[in-house]
């Protein structure tokens, strides 16, 4: 995200007696207990409602249909999951919309609703291990969801369309998940619109069927994903088609209302960024990319995401909706926030501190800016000293300055403790150990300790857990 304002091992034990093999062999596959209900929340410290325990997603299929005229959405999602314990019952996120009919390996379920959680009872009990098929059918008008930073994610209304946003936990606006970075899985999204509109989201375009005044966009993410970098943009957009110096497909999707100058300059741009990012980090990670520009009233969002493989730029029409190094921002996420995406959410500074970190060298390769003359500026802002970046202290400040610069700072300082030979590895074998993966902060400081014999537990503990800012860089 980049705004525009600062805002387990099992160890096998010995054969003994014939009833403590048993006992054991019972516990270990997870039968002969009973089944519990999975945990509402994973427990993430910033945000623990956030989140289910009891089951891991590998897939959502989600079918859409969507009135602009009344702003009503009407929506199945075929959840498939593993249980990772024994299961009586198992919650959802899902805030608002009504339910109308739930499922569970083609038998209803039984439901409840609390707050933003759907809890859904299977009317046979699920044994750890077992995979098992959920199915959600829903309606209503998607609302907006409030961060406790003040910024708004969720389902935003266009006077066209709509756009969907979800970071942190705006996806269930618009639809049932486990809505937490730490379950990634495959998506594909089926939206139904009114002919004439396109619905553009994550992915590659399956294909698309129009009958009886309707269009429908099929996308499918075969990469996993975490539910806050899945999109779905609709309205009236200029699509334009190509692929990258290396192959990649490119689909980029401009509302004509924001496309001025600067915003057209920048997307030229885009082939040739993602090719300089994948000399530096790697080959891209998916199988294809893009952007949407899509256009909303002047101070809606106030951000551009980086939703996987098609980032989003909200333009008002009274500015640039995106510029060069706002692209190179989020283009970079792809490799650093969803394909190695963080395992928990004080673990932002991951995506940003990299993200951030990467427009620096970019600025300085192709515009001449010294990294030293970036880092001196973020070092020089008061708001990066508020507090340590790996350690943001409530949910408020998961997008904080000091999530930025200062994450970007951590970087720095390693550039100069490792050289540039060693530091290059870093950026290109970071996000390939953590592959379509999830990776917390320990583990970036247990890899960056194998790249070096220098002790840098001193650099990490003034840089990224320190509270006072250091006398000089």
């Known amino acids: 995200m980049r705004r525009t304002a600062p805002r387990a091992a099992r160890r096998l034990l010995p054969a003994c007696l014939a009833g403590a093999l048993l006992a054991c062999l019972l516990s270990c596959s997870g039968g002969g207990g009973t089944p519990t209900a999975g945990a509402r929340g994973v427990g993430d410290r910033l945000f ?27 929506g199945t999602a075929v959840i498939t999951a593993t249980a990772t314990q024994d299961l009586s019952r198992f919650t959802l996120d899902l805030a608002g919309m009504t339910v109308t ?16 959680e759907l809890t859904v009872r299977p009317a046979r009990e699920l044994r750890r291990g077992a995979r098992f098929e959920t199915t959600v059918a829903y309606t209503g008008v998607p609302r907006l969801l409030t961060d406790p930073d003040g910024s708004h994610e969720g389902w935003f209304r266009t006077d066209d369309g709509a756009l969907a946003l979800g970071e942190p936990v705006g996806s269930m606006a618009w ?32 294909g698309t069927r129009t009958a009886a005044g ?9 990469a996993p994903m975490a539910t806050y970098l899945a999109t ?9 088609r190509s692929r990258s110096p290396r192959g990649v497909p490119l689909y980029v999707a401009v509302d004509p209302r924001s496309d001025d100058p600067q915003t057209a300059a920048a997307l030229r741009r885009l082939p040739d960024i993602l090719d300089w990012e994948s000399g530096h980090f790697g080959a891209y990670p998916f199988g294809s990319a893009g952007a ?6 002047a101070g809606t969002v106030g951000y551009a995401l980086e939703t996987q493989t098609r980032p989003v730029f ?74 340590p970046p790996a350690k943001p202290p409530t949910a408020a400040d998961v997008s904080a300055q000091p999530v930025y610069g ?43 300790a194998g790249l070096t014999t220098r002790d840098l537990a001193p650099l990490f503990a003034t840089w990224l857990y320190g509270k006072a800012r250091p006398a000089h860089l």
């Open 314 to 387: 909200p333009g008002d029409g009274e500015g640039p909706a995106v510029d060069v190094p706002t692209l190179v921002h989020e283009l970079s996420h792809q490799w650093f926030g969803d394909s190695v995406t963080p395992s928990s959410w004080q673990d932002m500074w991951l995506n940003e501190g990299f993200a951030t970190y990467a427009t620096w060298m970019w600025q300085e390769q192709q515009d001449g800016v010294p990294l030293s003359r970036s880092a001196a500026t973020a070092f020089a802002d008061p708001a990066a000293w508020a507090f």
């Open 48 to 74: 623990p409602g956030a989140g289910n325990g009891g089951y891991d997603v590998t897939h959502y299929g989600l079918d859409l249909s969507y009135d602009p005229g009344s702003g009503r959405l009407a």
């Open 175 to 206: 639809f049932p998940g486990n809505d937490h970075p730490s379950d990634k899985a495959a998506f594909d999204v089926t939206v139904s619109v009114p002919s004439g509109l396109t619905a553009v989201s994550n992915g590659d375009l399956a």
């Open 101 to 116: 009919e739930v499922g569970v390996d083609g038998r209803t379920a039984g439901t409840g609703r609390s707050g933003t």
């Open 232 to 240: 779905v943009g609709i309205g009236h957009f200029t699509v334009t």
């Open 406 to 448: 200062r994450g970007a700072l951590v970087l720095y300082e390693l550039h100069q403790a490792l050289g540039d030979a060693a530091f290059a590895r870093l950026l290109r074998g970071w996000p390939a150990a953590h592959f379509h993966g999830n990776a917390s902060t320990a583990d970036f400081t247990a890899y960056c």
């Open 214 to 222: 309707r269009t429908a966009f099929h996308w499918r993410s075969t």
């Open 292 to 297: 949407v520009v899509d256009h909303l009233p």
